[in-house]
């Protein structure tokens, strides 16, 4: 059998893309916000549902350039069960991360511990919807409201995700998404941030483009978080076929619900009521007194089979060597459990079926 990875990027026919990037050639525009960047981010817009919005060079800058357009100081309640972008775009603007818990069962923030967290310097939330998992919003939104708290959400995992009918660019001050190569829809590298207030959009616009508007205007001290011309091809193509990348990944996931459904100690990941999923992970919960080993164990016996799988989220951002004995607040350790139990299966539209069951089986027999 071939190596298995966790995921296995996306890609067009290779005529499709040499097709689209053809004008390219013609126009010798490669960035800069150009015929590619506009159209991907009006299909984009239509797609996510969003109000508003801005592409980026990556979902990481458009979420550390959503925190400082919005100019807070202060801190800020997240959580530590993420990637490593979340807590570094937090602390990167020069705000303290304040780590609240996780629910047990979908990983997401859980807002019952939000309002015993918020001092007189909490500025903002930034929740993560962790696996396309969407977070309490209706809650959080009561929290911001209530607190005058901004909220950032990291909707990197949500991409064609929508809650109760609504695409999750929708919930909070800003939603970012990541189009990184090992995502659902991907521009190899590539991200946006949704919004509905144009005055905020403005200020993206400057950081992501050097606060310049024209020849001789420079508004803003900007940066540089411009998504080029190929990426934007790549992701005019990709997003053709998305739905269908999703449809295949819905298949895997239910044959993955099928094969490991009754495992003593096995737990995995239902997607919610009211929302529609992406399948961008497959995520499961091993835990060791019932299922008799460990989450350890269970990689390194796949491991044995060429399956090559990932401890995601593990370690949590607040065990991160740069981020012991700084002091932040918050126990989390419902956070600390699931990141010792967990691992995510190989997931992509392109997986075979006999494999998931091969996956399966190795998990049964452990
Ligand atoms: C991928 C990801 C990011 C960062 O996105 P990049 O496009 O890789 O910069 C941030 N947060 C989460 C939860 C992610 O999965």
Excluded at 146 to 164: I, P, Q, R, W
Excluded at 264 to 275: A, D, L, S
Aim: some cysteine.
């Amino acid at each position: 059998m071939e190596k298995i990875l966790v995921t296995k990027a996306t890609l067009p026919e290779f005529d499709e893309f040499t097709n689209e990037i053809k004008d390219i050639w013609k126009s010798h525009w490669l960035t800069n916000m150009g015929v590619k960047h506009q159209a991907l981010q009006k299909e984009l817009k239509e797609y996510l549902e969003a109000e508003n919005i801005e592409l980026f060079t990556n979902g990481h800058m458009a979420l550390e350039m959503a925190l400082q357009a919005l100019d807070l100081q202060g801190e800020v309640i997240t959580t530590p069960f993420t990637f490593a972008s979340t807590t570094h775009a937090i602390v990167r603007n020069g705000l303290t991360p304040v780590f609240c818990d996780i629910n047990p069962d979908d990983f997401t923030i859980d807002v019952n511990k939000i309002e015993s967290l918020i001092t007189d310097k909490t500025c903002a939330i930034m929740p993560v919807h962790v696996y396309g998992n969407v977070c309490d919003v209706e809650a959080i939104e009561k929290i911001a409201q209530k607190y005058n708290l901004k909220v950032v959400y990291d909707a990197c995992h949500t991409f064609g995700v929508k809650y109760k009918g609504v695409g999750t660019a929708n919930f909070g001050d800003v939603s970012c998404f990541s189009f990184h190569a090992t995502k659902v829809f991907n521009t190899i590298e590539g991200g946006a941030a949704c919004f509905k207030d144009q005055v905020l959009g403005q200020k993206l616009y400057n950081l992501k483009n050097f606060g310049i508007h024209g020849p001789e205007s420079v508004e803003a001290v900007g940066a540089n978080a411009k998504l080029n011309e190929f990426c934007a091809a790549m992701g005019l193509c990709n997003l053709r076929h998305v739905d269908d990348e999703i449809e295949k990944r819905r298949k895997i996931y239910e044959l993955y619900c099928q094969g490991l459904t009754g495992i003593p100690g096995i737990r995995f990941n239902k997607i919610k009521e009211n929302v529609h999923s992406n399948y961008a992970y497959y995520p499961i919960v091993i835990n060791p007194d019932e299922y008799g080993a460990t989450r350890d164990d269970v990689i390194d016996k796949l491991a044995e089979h060429d399956i090559f799988v990932r401890k995601y989220f593990y370690p949590l951002t607040n065990e991160f060597d740069c981020y012991v004995g700084k002091g932040y607040v918050g126990d989390t350790p419902i956070a600390h459990r699931i990141s010792q139990q967990v691992l995510t299966l190989p997931m992509y539209g392109d997986l075979d079926d006999v494999v998931v069951e091969s996956i399966c089986k190795i998990i049964l027999e452990q």
